[in-house]
């Protein structure tokens, strides 16, 4: 698979199963699932099953999470991405989500602003959206961080499955003003 994106540091394309022992990496790992379902992977299966989903949504909506690869390395150090949600969640319905998850290892170097910066650049730009939302734990500070320097505004905080979680949004108008003032 061709890179989709190509930004200072980085390189964004679809996962693929060659993936699977960074993607392993990075989801046994206690930590990065700390404010996720805290049930970090055990077997290699786990994450041959998790991007065969993935293909899965790249096949029916066109998007889905992206491998982000480091360009000096070509290691793939995580994935960043939008996902569509085709029920409700939240009273909302048919929407494009933000997430992203990276290796313990390389936290604190600025890669999910960066990618997300190109990734809702491409957002707003090819899918017609007018808003993007994150979902994301109250206590995950870093996440949140994340969220407020690209414009995400915190709208309330709403039961997921029984998880208390914060939703945010970013409306297309913001994303511009963003973008002309950084
Ligand atoms: C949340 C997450 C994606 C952030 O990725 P990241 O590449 O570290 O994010 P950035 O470097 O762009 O920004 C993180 C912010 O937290 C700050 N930070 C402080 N200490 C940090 C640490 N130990 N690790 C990471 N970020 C830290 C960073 O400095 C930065 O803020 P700043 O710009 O004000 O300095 C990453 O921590 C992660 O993968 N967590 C596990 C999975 C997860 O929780 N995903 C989000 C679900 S909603």
Not at 78 to 99: D, R, S
Not at 133 to 139: E, L
Not at 162 to 176: A, C, H, M, P, R
Request: net charge negative; hydrophobic share 35%; aromatic share 14%.
């Amino acid at each position: 698979m061709s890179t989709l994106i190509e930004t200072e540091r980085l390189f964004l394309r679809e996962l693929e199963f060659t993936d699977e022992d960074d993607l392993f990496e990075m989801d046994a790992d206690p930590e990065v699932h700390l404010y996720l379902e805290n049930n970090p992977v055990k077997t290699i299966d786990e994450v041959q099953k998790a991007i065969k989903m993935l293909k899965k949504q790249y096949e029916e909506y066109g998007i889905a999470r992206w491998a982000v690869v480091d360009k000096s390395t070509n290691e793939c150090i995580g994935w960043a991405g939008l996902k569509f949600f085709n029920g409700p969640i939240n009273n909302h319905n048919k929407f494009y989500e933000l997430g992203y998850r990276f290796k313990k290892k390389h936290w604190g170097k600025g890669y999910a602003t960066e990618s997300s910066k190109a990734i809702l650049d491409y957002g707003f730009n090819n899918l017609n959206t007018e808003s993007v939302f994150a979902m994301v734990a109250p206590k995950n500070l870093n996440s949140k961080k994340v969220l407020i320097k690209l414009g995400f505004t915190f709208q309330e905080t709403f039961d997921y499955n029984g998880d208390s979680t914060d939703w945010f949004e970013l409306k297309k108008i913001n994303w511009g003003n963003k973008k002309a003032n950084s």
